[in-house]
Protein backbone atom coordinates (compact mmCIF):
# COMPACT_ATOMS: atom_id res chain seq x y z
CA UNK A 1 0.00 0.00 0.00
CA UNK A 2 0.97 3.47 -0.78
CA UNK A 3 1.23 5.68 2.43
CA UNK A 4 -0.69 8.84 2.68
CA UNK A 5 2.02 11.06 1.57
CA UNK A 6 2.45 9.67 -2.18
CA UNK A 7 -1.45 9.65 -2.43
CA UNK A 8 -1.30 13.32 -2.38
CA UNK A 9 1.76 13.73 -4.51
CA UNK A 10 -0.34 11.52 -7.02
CA UNK A 11 -3.26 13.28 -6.91
CA UNK A 12 -1.09 16.89 -6.94
CA UNK A 13 0.17 15.34 -9.71
CA UNK A 14 -2.56 14.53 -11.41
CA UNK A 15 -4.55 18.32 -11.18
CA UNK A 16 -1.47 19.77 -12.42
CA UNK A 17 -1.94 17.34 -15.72
CA UNK A 18 -5.46 18.45 -15.72
CA UNK A 19 -4.41 22.20 -15.48
CA UNK A 20 -2.05 22.08 -17.95
CA UNK A 21 -4.36 20.55 -20.54
CA UNK A 22 -7.09 22.70 -19.81
CA UNK A 23 -4.35 25.87 -20.40
CA UNK A 24 -3.38 23.77 -23.66
CA UNK A 25 -7.07 23.57 -24.34
CA UNK A 26 -8.05 27.08 -23.82
CA UNK A 27 -4.47 28.25 -25.83
CA UNK A 28 -5.78 26.13 -28.95
CA UNK A 29 -9.34 27.49 -28.90
CA UNK A 30 -7.72 31.17 -28.67
CA UNK A 31 -5.51 30.27 -31.52
CA UNK A 32 -8.30 28.60 -33.80
CA UNK A 33 -10.37 32.22 -33.53
CA UNK A 34 -7.45 34.38 -33.84
CA UNK A 35 -6.72 31.97 -37.20
CA UNK A 36 -10.40 32.21 -38.06
CA UNK A 37 -9.88 36.41 -37.51
CA UNK A 38 -6.64 36.72 -39.37
CA UNK A 39 -8.77 34.98 -42.44
CA UNK A 40 -11.38 37.70 -42.62
CA UNK A 41 -9.39 40.35 -42.00
CA UNK A 42 -7.03 38.93 -45.16
CA UNK A 43 -10.16 38.45 -47.01
CA UNK A 44 -10.84 42.14 -46.13
CA UNK A 45 -7.73 43.85 -47.22
CA UNK A 46 -7.35 41.65 -49.98
CA UNK A 47 -11.34 43.20 -51.15
CA UNK A 48 -9.73 46.71 -50.23
CA UNK A 49 -6.84 45.72 -52.46
CA UNK A 50 -8.49 45.10 -55.48
CA UNK A 51 -11.42 48.73 -54.80
CA UNK A 52 -7.96 50.50 -54.59
CA UNK A 53 -6.30 48.81 -58.55
CA UNK A 54 -9.39 49.44 -59.68
CA UNK A 55 -10.09 53.17 -58.52
CA UNK A 56 -6.71 53.71 -59.25
CA UNK A 57 -7.16 52.55 -62.93
CA UNK A 58 -10.71 54.58 -63.00
CA UNK A 59 -8.36 57.82 -61.70
CA UNK A 60 -5.98 57.18 -64.64
CA UNK A 61 -8.55 57.02 -67.96
CA UNK A 62 -9.95 60.03 -66.13
CA UNK A 63 -7.27 61.77 -66.39
CA UNK A 64 -5.86 60.49 -69.96
CA UNK A 65 -9.23 61.05 -71.32
CA UNK A 66 -9.26 65.14 -69.40
CA UNK A 67 -5.71 65.48 -70.66
CA UNK A 68 -7.01 64.71 -74.16
CA UNK A 69 -10.03 67.48 -74.04
CA UNK A 70 -8.14 69.77 -72.84
CA UNK A 71 -4.82 69.43 -75.18
CA UNK A 72 -7.12 69.79 -77.91
CA UNK A 73 -8.79 73.03 -77.69
CA UNK A 74 -6.10 74.23 -76.15
CA UNK A 75 -4.01 73.45 -78.89
CA UNK A 76 -6.62 75.23 -81.50
CA UNK A 77 -6.06 78.23 -79.29
CA UNK A 78 -2.52 78.26 -79.32
CA UNK A 79 -2.81 77.85 -82.98
CA UNK A 80 -5.55 80.30 -83.98
CA UNK A 81 -2.86 82.70 -81.65
CA UNK A 82 -0.29 82.23 -83.53
CA UNK A 83 -2.14 82.82 -87.05
CA UNK A 84 -3.67 86.00 -85.65
CA UNK A 85 -0.28 87.34 -84.68
CA UNK A 86 1.51 85.98 -88.14
CA UNK A 87 -1.62 88.70 -89.81
CA UNK A 88 -1.10 91.51 -87.35
CA UNK A 89 2.83 90.96 -88.39
CA UNK A 90 1.87 91.24 -92.01
CA UNK A 91 -0.32 94.12 -91.76
CA UNK A 92 2.37 96.27 -89.92
CA UNK A 93 4.72 95.14 -92.60
CA UNK A 94 2.33 96.48 -95.34
CA UNK A 95 1.50 99.88 -93.54
CA UNK A 96 5.54 100.39 -93.24
Known amino acids: MRSEQETT ?3 E ?3 N ?3 YGQELNQGRNDLFFLKVQLNEKNAELERLRQMAEKANEEKSRFLAMMSHEVRN ?3 VILGFTELLSKEQVSKKKKVM
Open 13 to 15: DRT
Open 73 to 75: PLN
Open 17 to 19: VYN
Open 9 to 11: VLI
